[in-house]
Every structure is written in structure tokens, then in C-alpha cells.
């Protein structure tokens, strides 16, 4: 999968909207089905929220959508989609910072 921002944005919106539409599941069925206002997720994905809630949700719909390869939750780092553990904070942290570092190059 080609890397991209993660930043919220249009962009972003459109990858995690298209990824989980592709997995059979829109972003208004994902979010009936984990109780989160479609309202929010669109916040979260554009950025008109900075909340912590609001960047936990983005983080949550990045890593559930698979656009990036790698994951930012999983049993074996004791991580669930449920609570955004500093684990994932850091693998996103660390891959947007060597996207940064690859363009520079």
C-alpha cells in the first residue's frame, strides 16, 4: 500500500472511508456498529476535532480501515481498538517519521 499522510484531511477522509467500504463496510455501518456518531468520525478524519477522543477515533478508523501496513493495535502488544494504547501512538508516530525522513532523502 503506497504511504500517505495521516494527517486529518479530505484525503484522509477518502482513503478510510474507501478501505472500509472495500472490507464490505461503509463508514456509516462501522460506526452504527461501534456505537460512534458518523458526525464524529468525519470530525476526526477531517480535523475539525483535536480532542484527545477525537485523535483516539482517528487512529482507531486508521488502523481498523488497513491503510497502513502496519498495525497499530494487536493482542500480542496487549492494544485494542477499544483504548489507544501508547504502543500505537509510537509505531504512527514512528512511521510518519520516517515518510518525513524517506522525502527529504
Known amino acids: 500500500m503506497t504511504p500517505f499522510s495521516t494527517n486529518p484531511s479530505i484525503r484522509l477522509f477518502n482513503r478510510v472511508s474507501t478501505a472500509l467500504?472495500?472490507?464490505g463496510m461503509p463508514l456509516?455501518?462501522?460506526c452504527l456498529e461501534h456505537r460512534v456518531s458518523p458526525k464524529q468520525?468525519?470530525?476526526a478524519l477531517f480535523g475539525t476535532t483535536?480532542?484527545?477522543q477525537g485523535?483516539?477515533?482517528r487512529h482507531r478508523l486508521i488502523a481498523e480501515s488497513g491503510i497502513?501496513?502496519?498495525p497499530l493495535f494487536?493482542?500480542?502488544n496487549n492494544c485494542s481498538p477499544d483504548d489507544l494504547c501508547q504502543k500505537g501512538a509510537n509505531l504512527l508516530f514512528d512511521w510518519s517519521k520516517k515518510?518525513?525522513?524517506a522525502s527529504n532523502d
Do not use: N
Open 99 to 101: 515518510r518525513l525522513e
Open 50 to 52: 483535536q480532542t484527545e
Open 55 to 57: 485523535q483516539k477515533l
Open 68 to 70: 497502513l501496513s502496519t
Open 74 to 76: 494487536d493482542d500480542e
Open 21 to 23: 467500504a472495500d472490507q
Open 41 to 43: 468520525a468525519r470530525c
Open 28 to 30: 456509516e455501518h462501522w
